[in-house]
């Protein structure tokens, strides 16, 4: 698999450039070159230089570093709700999987019901109704995307739940939870890299509609979502200050969903045969 890896450049580049952005937002202290929160309202919308390289916003503050900033609420948050509704997801789908009879008819009716319901609609009821802040955010996305996950979780477990290898553990008395963990979640963890990968972009662009909207992260936090809601402000009078908290969601989405297709070439077990 790790040869397959670097021969996709694809996979390189968006990997690499995907941790790039991380590392940018971990070290944010050490790179930015201004404090982000500093405003010097004498000097609002401050044309490029060398102080400021993408020059000041509405308050006078540093664009690129409240951007180098907003890397950490914006990648973390949707890191955070993915690992969220993986788990959740995985624990219901593998448990429907797996156990059938009355727990997947439970599980799988919940599923349905999840489903069945507009997902952005469901997200603005959820804030709406728990209050406008991060941790809301998060557990509204959660909620809304756990079924998704369950059902696809579901489906690959019923693919190895009869495989011979499973089978002989039964027969040799092997507790459940060592089928679960040894065979079951190891058999589907490239398929969950996968979905994972591939909807990061989606939590992304979800977080950053609701700083948007005002229902994510709140001013004066750096979050790209949020700069853009502050920027809308001055549309008129300076629509450059939209231009880098676009651009970079547009990049970083685009990273992420060509990172899941890449990852998908490499993982498949096909193209290992060839």
Known sequence: MGNRF??????????????VIALMGIFAPWIAPNDPYATDILNKFADYSWKYPLGTDQLGRCVLSRMIYGIRPTLGLAMVTMAGTIGLGAVLGISAGYFRGIVEEVIMRLVDVMLSFPSQIMVFAVVALLGINVQ??????????????????????????????VQFSRCVGMPERFILFRHLLPS?????????SLDVGWAIINISTLSFLGLGVQAPVPEWGAMLNEAKEVLTSNPVQMLAPGAAIVILVCCFNLMGDALRDVLDPKEAEQ
């Open 136 to 165: 809301n955010v998060i557990l509204a996305n959660v909620f809304i995307k756990w079924a998704w996950y369950a059902r696809m979780i579901r489906t690959g477990v019923m693919q190895y739940r009869d495989r011979n290898f």
């Open 6 to 19: 670097l021969h996709n450049k694809t996979a390189v580049a968006t990997v690499g450039m995907v941790a």
């Open 188 to 196: 589907i963890t490239s398929d969950l890299a996968v979905l994972a």
